[in-house]
């Protein structure tokens, strides 16, 4: 429990000081102890029910869900208050990142960010475009107890520009104009987030070869010179 304070406190920091801000770093905290209580899955109907059985909070099932799918939830502080708490993010004084994109197949017609993926990995059976949100995902490698992991950094939903032109009610964001970006856009700039985060560090990105191309690569050594390298996949 006194590593979960140390983790939390800082997260309810990135959050604004105003009345409202203050409730959504509670709620945003208690959401995450039930994410790690194993009480049940953490789909969201169940983070709702351990919410108000285990903690009490006594939450409205509309205030719930406004709550998980707002905008207003300050990802890019979240993100460098998580990047701040890993202890030793480096592997041999190089800093790991692995990069990918990976979809997240859905039911519901009116969630954010879906439309009809194209999934080159789907089996016979399976669609080849299902409808489902298509994630941009980096992670940092690191070994821990003996064996390689990934852990989150940062992601990004791609929203493909067809849909987008389409003004299809699932890409809007409420407050928010949504411009397009390409994969390797929005790959370039969590890159360079993170590596302004850890400045003067050199960063090794592991990904496969439709990320692993100049697309990529330019745009991070102009704005990061030398400190940026690629380790790629052909398989």
Request: net charge positive; aromatic share 12%; proline share 4%.
């Amino acid at each position: 429990m006194f590593i979960l304070n140390d983790i939390l406190k800082p997260l309810q920091n990135a959050f604004s000081s105003t009345n409202l801000g203050r409730e959504r770093a509670h709620w945003f905290s208690y959401a995450i102890l039930a994410f790690i209580i194993p009480f049940t899955s953490s789909i969201s109907s169940n983070v709702l029910r351990c919410l108000n059985t285990l903690f009490g909070l006594n939450i409205n099932k509309r205030r719930f869900y406004t709550f998980m799918a707002s905008n207003k939830i300050p990802w890019h502080n979240l993100w460098a208050a998580l990047w701040h708490l890993i202890p030793d993010p480096l592997s041999d004084g190089r800093l790991m990142i692995a990069l990918d994109d990976f979809i997240n197949p859905k039911t519901g017609r009116n969630i954010f960010g879906c439309s009809h993926i194209f999934d080159h990995a789907a089996k016979d059976n399976q669609s080849k475009y299902p409808w489902a949100q298509n994630v941009v995902l980096i992670g940092l490698l690191k070994v821990i107890k003996g064996r390689w992991a990934c852990l989150p950094l940062s992601q990004r939903f791609y929203l493909p520009q067809k849909a987008i032109n389409a003004k299809s009610d699932n890409m809007r964001v409420a407050g928010k104009v949504v411009s397009f970006q390409t994969k390797l856009q929005q790959a370039v700039e969590m890159v360079i987030q993170v590596a302004q985060h850890f400045a003067g560090v050199d960063i090794i990105i592991v990904c496969d070869s439709w990320f692993g191309n100049n697309g990529l690569f330019k745009p991070l050594r102009t704005k990061l010179g030398n400190f940026v390298h690629l380790l790629q996949d052909y398989v």
